[in-house]
C-alpha cells in the first residue's frame, strides 16, 4: 500500500544515540498506524515501538522504554525512532512497518507494508 524506506542506521558507541527515519511513499501516510521492529543475529523480528496516525498514542516494548522515542511528521510522510542510551544488545536491523486504517485499542499484529531495513551496530 506504500512504500518504506529506512535510514539514519549505523555504528555507535554504547550510550550514544542514533535517529532512524521511515519515508513513505504511494499513501497518505496519515491514514497508517506505524511502527518499528527490530531483528537480531540468530533471533527473530521483535516490535520496538508504535505509533498511532494522529501521533497521541504511543507504544514501546519494555526493552526499549525511557530510551527510544517514536515520533511521526505526516506533513514529511516519516515516522522517526530516536535511540538513545544505546546498548550493544540493540544491534540489529531495524525495520518500519505500516497498517491501514486501524482502529484497535493497541497496536496491530500485522502489517500492510514493510521496508527493507537499517543496520544498527552497537559497539562496547
Known amino acids: 500500500q506504500v512504500q518504506l524506506v529506512e535510514s539514519g542506521g549505523g555504528l555507535v558507541q554504547a550510550g550514544g544515540s542514533l535517529r532512524l527515519s521511515c519515508a513513505a511513499s504511494?499513501?497518505?501516510?496519515?491514514?497508517?498506524?506505524a511502527a518499528w521492529f527490530r531483528q537480531a543475529p540468530e533471533k527473530e523480528r521483535e516490535f520496538v515501538a508504535a505509533?498511532?496516525?494522529?501521533?497521541?498514542?504511543?507504544y514501546y516494548a519494555d526493552s526499549v522504554k525511557g530510551r527510544f522515542t517514536i515520533s511521526r511528521d505526516n506533513a514529511k510522510n516519516t515516522v522517526y525512532l530516536q535511540m538513545n542510551s544505546l546498548k550493544p544488545e540493540d544491534t540489529a536491523v531495524y525495520y518500519c512497518?505500516?497498517?491501514?486504517?486501524?482502529?484497535?485499542?493497541?497496536?496491530?499484529?500485522?502489517?500492510?507494508?514493510w521496508g527493507q531495513g537499517t543496520q544498527v551496530t552497537v559497539s562496547s
Open positions: 504511494g499513501r497518505t501516510f496519515s491514514n497508517y498506524f
Open positions: 512497518a505500516a497498517r491501514r486504517f486501524y482502529t484497535g485499542s493497541g497496536y496491530p499484529t500485522s502489517f500492510d507494508s
Open positions: 505509533i498511532r496516525w494522529s501521533g497521541s498514542r504511543t
